[in-house]
């Protein structure tokens, strides 16, 4: 959360002339209701189920595409390994400082942290991190700039690192 991944994916699919595609907004489609609404009403575990699904289903059904997934689809049912195997995969890891400050000035945004205190948000910043960089890190690409320019993601996914 917070280091750029629908930003990014949506500069990055028209310069590559593909089309975007955000998972959590299709999962809302799906569903009917925000994900925020899918967790409170029928469990983080029902979500993750509805996740991987539409994840395949978008994946079996586009050829080419620049998709932006939510910080955890890489994290459960060995969806990381699925994503390798149908894609070029790319970790933005901007530092902690970084996640820190936009998800401080988008709280209103962003349900899950909107109630933190400023010392609750750094320890949830950590935490997640801590969690889920044992997936992020097998991404193809690692990206760790806090100023990520389209030319450099560019340039890298073209590389194919």
């Known amino acids: 959360m917070g280091c750029g991944k629908t930003h990014w994916g949506r500069k990055l699919a028209p310069a590559l002339d593909l089309p975007f595609i955000d998972l959590d907004q299709k999962i809302e489609e799906h569903a009917g209701k925000p994900i925020n609404a899918i967790f409170h ?3 983080e575990e029902h979500f993750r189920q509805i996740e991987k699904e539409i994840l395949h289903l978008l994946t079996e059904s586009h050829e080419h595409f620049v998709m932006a997934t939510g910080g955890g689809t890489p994290c459960f049912y060995k969806n990381i390994d699925y994503m390798k195997e ?15 400050q936009r998800l401080l000035n988008d709280k209103e945004h962003r349900p899950l942290v909107r109630d933190l205190g400023e010392d609750q948000l750094r320890a949830y910043i950590h935490r997640k991190h801590g969690d889920r960089k044992i997936y ?6 690692l990206l760790e700039q806090d100023d990520l320019q389209l030319e450099t993601l560019m340039e890298r996914i073209q590389q194919g690192e």
Do not use: F, M, P
């Open 41 to 43: 009403e029928e469990g």
């Open 86 to 100: 149908k894609g070029l995969t790319v970790w933005i890891n901007c530092s902690l400082d970084c996640l820190y």
């Open 136 to 141: 992020y890190r097998q991404a193809h690409i």
